[in-house]
């Protein structure tokens, strides 16, 4: 079964407001999460590493205050697009390791629309 | 750095002959390899992974890749085409030392023809 959930499955906003989207590890403490972004028809792409109890890692061209990351849990890490534009619409897909060595078991993603 | 290169981001194929998609990577150090399956408005599924054991790997529905080092190829195969097998394949490649991230192709979109 799945070992990563992610909610809402899909959500629509107004430009101009915050969403967040929640990424949860069912089966395992994960002290390492990830966050992709996925454009239609195209790969994943690494947006943040997500740390338990510490700040998160962006990659680089990822704007750190309008993608706000918390792992405030060894369950739990949460993104949050704050003042959503039209631009930030996309699939969101997170992950978490397990496995062999940096293998990672990935959510089902979150679809993201600003009108 | 590592990198992969997947060849063909559409290939087409009739339902019951051979699926081949092409994952070619490059790495400095040992790598370890992925190929993951991806349907419409969903996440990632593990079809099989390649990490220095065997260098033949069988995955789920039927799926398998061969690890070639002379090729630095990990193509993916499947003798018999299935309507269901209709996705998006990704290949992605990391190393055997912790703490490094997945790099991901571009992506394979496999059609099957009825």
């Known amino acids: 079964g799945a070992v990563v959930s992610q909610h809402p499955s899909w959500v629509i906003c107004k430009s101009g407001t915050s969403v967040k989207i929640e990424c949860r590890s069912l089966d395992f403490q994960a002290t390492t999460m990830f966050w992709y972004r996925q454009f239609p028809k195209q790969s994943l792409m690494l947006m943040a590493t997500s740390n338990e109890g510490s700040k998160a890692t962006y990659e680089q061209g990822v704007e750190k205050d309008k993608f706000l990351i918390n792992h405030a849990s060894l369950t739990l890490s949460t993104l949050t697009v704050t003042s959503a534009h039209p631009e930030d619409s996309s699939f969101y897909i997170c992950?978490?390791?397990?496995?062999?060595?940096?293998?990672?078991?990935f959510g089902p993603g979150t679809r993201l629309t600003v009108l | 750095a590592q990198s992969v290169t997947q060849l063909g981001s559409h290939v087409s194929v009739s339902e019951g002959a051979l699926v081949l998609l092409r994952c070619n990577y490059s790495s400095s150090v040992p790598p370890y390899l992925f190929w993951y399956v991806q349907y419409p408005n969903q996440g990632l599924q593990l079809l099989l992974k390649?990490?220095?054991?065997?260098?033949l790997v069988k995955g789920i529905n039927g799926f398998e890749a061969e690890f070639k080092k002379s090729e630095t190829s990990f193509h993916l195969t499947k003798p018999s085409a299935h309507m269901r097998d209709a996705a998006e394949y990704f290949c992605a490649v990391t190393s055997n030392f912790g703490n490094e991230k997945l790099t991901f192709g571009t992506g394979t979109r496999l059609t099957i023809i009825p």
């Open positions: 390649y990490t220095s054991a065997a260098t």
């Open positions: 992950s978490r390791l397990g496995g062999v060595v940096n293998e990672q078991f």
